[in-house]
T-cell receptor, first 114, second 112 residues
Framework: EPEVTQTPSHQVTQMGQEVILRCVPI?????FYWYRQILGQKVEFLVS????????KSEIFDDQFSVERPDGSNFTLKIRSTKLEDSAMYFC????????????FGEGSRLTVL | QKEVEQDPGPLSVPEGAIVSLNCTYSNSAFQYFMWYRQYSRKGPELLMYTYSSGNKEDGRFTAQVDKSSKYISLFIRDSQPSDSATYLC????????????FGSGTRLQVQP
């Protein structure tokens, strides 16, 4: 069964360092998303990406964040200068097309900022 | 007012019981409704997807959406210990903000 895959599963970094989280969405899906979940809190939307550009972003997705689809399969989230409060699970998700509602999530990348 | 509200639980039931999980939402533009199951430190796993109002059944799971009262339900029949997890309801619209908005999740424990 097709699935969204994410790497790394866990990354530990020092405050101020740059981090790149990688995702391979389900093949043939057109819409890509990043969500995050701080421990014990709800899943929060960060950004959506369609047709090689950001289609929507939340107030959390400020200038320290960026997304990229560098090739036909990968979708990345970069956090430029990590802060302690960036520690969270980061989930990538993908959706098939305009008229499909189902959103499929990866297993997540756990980011720990020290 | 939170867009999607969900009782955090925990909800503890004996094996074999019927479980009822509920959410309310405030945004009348929501058209797509989903239930996810999340095990500890894992990604949300899509269980049920419903477009607009109505019922949908898949095995032991039934999802109901009542748009008139802005109420979303998930029923689990013959609950099993393996159903113990956090259940997340989520919704999004067709226009405006299309990103999926999640409830806070209900933690379910099925006792053997």
């Amino acid at each position: 069964e097709p699935e969204v895959t994410q790497t790394p599963s866990h990354q530990v970094t020092q405050m101020g360092q740059e981090v790149i989280l990688r995702c391979v969405p389900i093949s043939n899906h057109l819409y890509f998303y990043w969500y995050r979940q701080i421990l014990g809190q709800k899943v929060e939307f960060l950004v959506s990406f369609y047709n090689n550009e950001i289609s929507e972003k939340s107030e959390i997705f400020d200038d320290q964040f960026s997304v990229e689809r560098p090739d036909g399969s990968n979708f990345t989230l970069k956090i430029r200068s990590t802060k302690l409060e960036d520690s969270a699970m980061y989930f990538c998700a993908s959706r098939g097309g305009q008229n499909t509602g189902e959103l499929f999530f990866g297993e997540g990348s756990r980011l720990t900022v020290l | 007012q939170k867009e999607v509200e969900q009782d955090p639980g925990p909800l503890s039931v004996p094996e074999g019981a019927i479980v009822s999980l509920n959410c309310t939402y405030s945004n009348s533009a929501f058209q797509y409704f989903m239930w996810y199951r999340q095990y500890s430190r894992k990604g949300p796993e899509l269980l049920m997807y419903t477009y607009s109002s109505g019922n949908k059944e898949d095995g032991r799971f039934t999802a109901q959406v009542d748009k008139s009262s802005k109420y979303i339900s998930l029923f689990i029949r013959d609950s099993q210990p393996s159903d113990s997890a956090t259940y997340l309801c989520a919704a999004r619209g067709d226009t405006g903000r299309r990103a999926l908005t999640f409830g806070s999740g209900t933690r379910l424990q099925v006792q053997p």
